[in-house]
């Protein structure tokens, strides 16, 4: 066992890296720390997007309708829904862009359909098919390819924001240079702000970008804190549904296989994301971002298992209150939000169905188990590191999952290579990477996973 888990898990070799601030506290309820636009600065973090609140500038002008958007990832789970969310509101939303990957097929549906007069695609032997598919449409769309084509469609002159459902580091550089050309970000890429958060943050910041998240949980923490007053926010409590194995015993995860792994109880997701549900790194990894996207302390940032999936996040004040977001497991409302925000726009109930307290029955919650659920502390422990120590966690993450999806670790052997390549990172950790370091260390950390990993059969620890 690595020094991550040992009985000096948060003080070990990633932690050690780490200023006196970093370092963990044991905190009674009572004692802990109230959020401040400062509290990131004592050990040099970036400045938060949201820092414990969320105010709209009182003489902000407002953006005209419709409000126009480039869309980056089209084609994936987040792209399909926004377009949904701009059909269902023509009037508020218009698409001038898009990026998509290689599903060409539907791509050309999507240009049919929001006719945008810009479209990137990555795999650039696919454009004559594509242009083939789309010879009946009377507006042509320019054509770019790989990441200048991303870069262009970030960047968009007719683009009031940009929605990021792109994958990967991939997403970093068009996000980037979106927020340069002082574009909102509807957040829906983790690497943004898991690897990119020490040169994204001051950008924006420099650029005067809102950056608006669109995961459910950080769209719930989002819409809690509106309105709250400065040093308000005491405490985040991220709600996870416990995966695929909340109900197993501990003894009986030696078993699992790849099948077991991909049940999700509520929610219909990728392969990968589902993988990362079940082992809980997918809300350590949410810990990492609620940190930067609201300037709040690790100590302040609570996790707990709620199989419902009802309640997508809380916030807890200074005055003991809670807050919540309840709605039905659904990715429309949170991207909604973060397209329509400041304003709330009405939804039919075959859209966005209302949330039925009697259907809805009870609400339970337990404590995550950290025997069964490791992936966790190693998130916190990686987040008090900062730097480029996360990225490094969620590419080897990411590395590591593929492995297990293509059988070829086992998966117990997912976060104990995870732990591994992040204590191999300790040397090199850099508190304040530049754009090119960010990218450089996320493929460092897949290199390090696939050298450092032997296939096994029996699917035992494989890390060296």
Not at 145 to 154: E, F, K, L, S, Y
Not at 193 to 207: R, S, T
Not at 254 to 264: E, F, G, N, Q, R
Request: net charge negative; hydrophobic share 40%; glycine share 8%.
């Amino acid at each position: 066992m690595s020094a991550l888990f040992s009985s000096q898990a948060l003080t070990g070799p990633v932690s050690s890296a780490l200023c006196e601030h970093a370092a963990p506290r044991v905190l009674k309820r009572g004692q802990r720390k109230p959020v401040s636009t400062t509290c990131l600065s004592g050990y040099g973090g970036p400045p938060p997007a949201w820092p414990g609140r969320a105010v709209i500038k009182e003489h902000s002008d407002k953006v005209k309708l419709p409000k126009k958007f480039s869309l980056l990832g089209s084609t994936g789970s987040i792209g399909t829904q926004s377009l949904e969310i701009i059909e269902e509101h023509p009037e508020q939303f218009e698409l001038v862009a898009l990026g998509a990957g290689s599903n060409i097929e539907l791509l050309a549906d999507q240009i049919r359909q929001f006719q945008p007069s810009l479209v990137a695609l990555k795999d650039g032997s696919k454009v004559q098919q594509l242009k083939e598919l789309i010879k009946d449409v009377q507006k042509q769309p320019d054509i770019m390819t790989g990441q200048q084509g991303a870069i262009a469609v970030a960047e968009h002159p007719d683009a009031d924001a940009v929605i990021t459902g792109i994958v990967g580091c991939a997403g970093l550089q068009p996000t980037c240079r979106a927020i340069e050309a002082g574009k909102d970000i509807c957040l829906a890429n983790k690497e943004t702000l898991i690897a990119g958060a020490p040169y994204v943050l001051p950008l924006a910041q420099k650029h005067g970008v809102h950056i608006l998240p669109a995961d459910s949980e950080h769209s719930a923490i989002f819409q809690c804190i509106q309105g709250l007053p400065e040093n308000g926010l005491r405490r985040i409590i991220l709600t996870a549904s416990g995966g695929a194995f909340r109900d197993w015993p501990v003894e009986r995860m030696k078993t699992i296989k790849v099948a077991d792994a991909l049940k999700h109880p509520n929610w219909s997701m990728g392969r990968k994301i589902t993988v990362d549900s079940a082992t809980l790194m997918n809300k350590g990894l949410e810990v990492i971002e609620a940190h930067y996207l609201f300037g709040v302390d690790y100590d302040n940032i609570d996790i707990v298992i709620h199989p419902q999936s009802i309640i997508h996040s809380m916030v807890e004040t200074q005055d003991s209150s809670v807050l919540a977001q309840l709605g039905w497991p659904s990715m429309r409302i949170p991207i909604l939000v973060t397209m329509s925000w400041p304003e709330r726009l009405p939804c039919s109930d075959q859209f966005c169905p209302r949330l039925d307290f009697v259907k809805m029955g009870d609400l339970t919650f337990k404590a995550p188990d950290d025997a069964k659920y490791p992936a966790m502390q190693l998130a916190y422990s990686a987040g008090r590191s900062g730097g480029t120590m996360t990225g490094v966690l969620s590419a080897a993450n990411e590395q590591a999952v593929e492995m297990f999806l293509d059988e070829k670790i086992g998966y117990m052997d997912i976060v104990k290579t995870v732990e591994k390549c992040c204590d191999a990172h300790v040397q090199e950790l850099l508190q304040k990477p530049s754009l090119d370091e960010i990218v450089h260390y996320d493929q460092w950390a897949r290199d390090w996973v696939s050298g450092n990993v032997k296939p096994s059969r029996s699917r035992e620890a494989v890390a060296a």
